[in-house]
């Protein structure tokens, strides 16, 4: 459905894409995760016919982008990160009389295809009032609507929940879900709990290049390499330093007082993780065994270590 | 396609007031070009203390002023506002981001320029017509009855012209990708084309002269300046191609 084969993009210095590859089937929601900077965007821009790359070559449903003749873009909908509009316009307006007819929909069809847009997102009472009012999070919700009027085959989604509140986020994420099967999804984002929950396939991109694609269980169990979870009453000193430099650990991370420690050999690291944190007078508040978390795997891959 | 993008161009201008302001303007324009023309010289002449012997000096006006005051308002007053009117529309698309929402729809990126292009040009043949009408009635009323045939084709005149300064606008709006940089391009294209328009020879040849023609026309003269509307016509074919070809490989 997606297929990016060796994109490669440079912005005078910085090299945004670096030989990236992917591939979308059919019906999934492909979680695209990586840290602000990865390449989420410059891909998605590609995609959508906004950037060319310097060489590599990308297609949707076997149409090669950027080849004359192979014009993709109403095959797909696309939510950029930052949406804008027309401020004077109001919603209903904006899907009615300007995107609907772009796709050829006009009339009554145009009409009823923007309320139902329109009550999808949660826009309805908004949709006479002037869009230069509108909120972030409404603005990513007329984003969502105007993606969706022509029900495109795929959705390319540049973090589509990050301006929203958490009722909001739920909302799309859920509006997400209905369309798995029907639609292909390629979501961007960084928010890995959105990931875990509504995407069958994850593609882990750093520095412009994929670490990782698999599916989402799958890439779960692959690293399910033990982790230890400690909580203390008074911090770690120098105990972070030391365990970081063991050959059994793999990962720290840090998170206020809490450390979360991947490891290799569960036995020998339980037994020196214990001895070590007693020797530093360590308070130890809670000592457990716990599974990755897709944060713990994005983490290790994409290199960010304690 | 393009009627989609037309009618969008056409609301905005409303809904935004350009429409309007533009309109007043022309219709001010063309109301006061044969006021000033008639009244000026009375003016003068009612003020106190005036050297003796001057007032002698100051001529009775006639058609032919109320014509030359009428080209040379509106050029002045054409050329700020469709510079001022276009010089954004492209460049503030991109600045916004409504260019990217834009152009991840089927639309082609020449039918976008082109519904600008339209879009001004339009707005200008009205503001022409409102300009022209209002200069007829004042004209009718304070002097005689202008040649009715004659005086639209001055307008005609007139609107190439100020479409020139209209299309190196937009061309401006497209090759910059800030508003400001925009403004820097379409004011720079004016003073390029006041520079050239003055030099020697070529002045001839040059869209301003076009003004001179249609002012011959309406007061029988023998002006003609073939070449300037062959050059005008020109520049504004060239100016809305390299507007095309910019935005079609342009990197949004």
């Given at each position: 459905?997606?297929?990016?084969?060796?994109?490669?993009?440079?912005?005078?210095?910085?090299?945004?894409?670096?030989?990236?590859?992917?591939?979308?089937?059919?019906?999934?929601?492909?979680?695209?995760?990586?840290?602000?900077?990865?390449?989420?965007?410059?891909?998605?821009?590609?995609?959508?016919?906004?950037?060319?790359?310097?060489?590599?070559?990308?297609?949707?449903?076997?149409?090669?982008?950027?080849?004359?003749?192979?014009?993709?873009?109403?095959?797909?909908?696309?939510?950029?990160?930052?949406?804008?509009?027309?401020?004077?316009?109001?919603?209903?307006?904006?899907?009615?009389?300007?995107?609907?007819?772009?796709?050829?929909?006009?009339?009554?069809?145009?009409?009823?295809?923007?309320?139902?847009?329109?009550?999808?997102?949660?826009?309805?009472?908004?949709?006479?009032?002037?869009?230069?009012?509108?909120?972030?999070?409404?603005?990513?919700?007329?984003?969502?609507?105007?993606?969706?009027?022509?029900?495109?085959?795929?959705?390319?989604?540049?973090?589509?929940?990050?301006?929203?509140?958490?009722?909001?986020?739920?909302?799309?994420?859920?509006?997400?879900?209905?369309?798995?099967?029907?639609?292909?999804?390629?979501?961007?984002?960084?928010?890995?709990?959105?990931?875990?929950?509504?995407?069958?396939?994850?593609?882990?991109?750093?520095?412009?290049?994929?670490?990782?694609?698999?599916?989402?269980?799958?890439?779960?169990?692959?690293?399910?390499?033990?982790?230890?979870?400690?909580?203390?009453?008074?911090?770690?000193?120098?105990?972070?330093?030391?365990?970081?430099?063991?050959?059994?650990?793999?990962?720290?991370?840090?998170?206020?007082?809490?450390?979360?420690?991947?490891v290799k050999d569960i036995s020998m690291a339980q037994k020196a993780l214990l001895e070590s944190l007693a020797g530093e007078a360590i308070s130890v508040r809670r000592f457990e065994m716990v599974h990755p978390s897709l944060e713990d795997v994005f983490l290790r891959l994409t290199g960010k270590e304690a | 396609m393009l009627r989609t993008l037309l009618a969008k161009e056409f609301r905005e201008q409303w809904r935004t007031w350009k429409m309007v302001v533009f309109m007043a303007v022309f219709l001010i324009t063309g109301i006061s070009s044969p006021v000033l023309a008639k009244y000026t010289p009375a003016l003068l002449k009612s003020i106190p203390n005036l050297p003796a012997g001057l007032a002698d000096f100051i001529p009775t006006p006639t058609l032919a002023d109320s014509v030359a005051q009428y080209l040379k308002n509106t050029e002045q007053f054409g050329i700020l506002l469709v510079i001022l009117l276009t010089m954004s529309v492209m460049a503030q698309e991109k600045e916004r981001g409504t260019a990217a929402m834009l152009l991840t729809k089927p639309v082609s990126r020449s039918a976008v320029i082109l519904a600008k292009w339209l879009t001004g040009m339009t707005m200008l043949l009205a503001g022409l017509l409102v300009d022209g009408l209002a200069c007829l009635a004042y004209t009718a009323v304070l002097f005689e009855p202008l040649p009715f045939g004659a005086f639209w084709i001055l307008n005609l005149l007139l609107l190439v012209n100020l479409g020139v300064y209209l299309t190196v606008a937009l061309m401006a709006s497209t090759l910059a990708r800030t508003q400001a940089m925009a403004a820097a391009g379409a004011f720079g294209g004016l003073v390029v084309l006041i520079i050239l328009g003055s030099i020697p020879r070529l002045g001839d040849s040059m869209p301003g002269q076009l003004a001179n023609w249609g002012s011959s026309l309406v007061l029988k003269g023998d002006i003609t300046a073939w070449p300037a509307l062959g050059v005008a016509a020109a520049m504004i074919v060239l100016a809305l191609v390299i507007a095309c070809l910019r935005l079609e490989r342009e990197e949004i």
């Open positions: 459905m997606i297929r990016i084969e060796n994109l490669v993009k440079t912005y005078g210095s910085v090299r945004a894409l670096d030989g990236l590859s992917l591939n979308v089937k059919p019906g999934v929601v492909y979680g695209f995760l990586g840290p602000n900077g990865a390449g989420k965007t410059t891909s998605m821009r590609i995609l959508s016919g906004l950037a060319r790359p310097d060489s590599g070559r990308a297609w949707i449903m076997g149409k090669e982008i950027g080849k004359p003749g192979s014009d993709v873009r109403s095959l797909i909908g696309v939510l950029p990160e930052e949406p804008a509009f027309y401020g004077w316009m109001t919603p209903r307006e904006y899907l009615r009389d300007f995107v609907a007819p772009l796709y050829a929909m006009r009339g009554q069809v145009a009409a009823r295809r923007a309320d139902e847009l329109l009550e999808i997102v949660g826009l309805q009472e908004a949709a006479n009032r002037r869009i230069s009012g509108f909120s972030r999070g409404m603005r990513q919700r007329m984003g969502l609507a105007q993606a969706l009027v022509h029900e495109p085959m795929i959705l390319l989604l540049d973090e589509p929940v990050s301006a929203l509140d958490p009722a909001g986020r739920k909302e799309v994420l859920d509006l997400i879900e209905t369309l798995r099967g029907k639609t292909t999804i390629l979501l961007s984002t960084h928010i890995l709990a959105d990931v875990e929950r509504v995407c069958d396939v994850v593609g882990i991109i750093a520095r412009g290049r994929m670490v990782v694609q698999a599916r989402r269980d799958d890439l779960l169990t692959r690293y399910v390499t033990p982790l230890f979870e400690i909580e203390t009453d008074n911090g770690f000193g120098n105990w972070l330093e030391w365990v970081g430099k063991q050959a059994f650990v793999i990962h720290v991370t840090v998170s206020g007082q809490t450390a979360r420690v991947l | -």
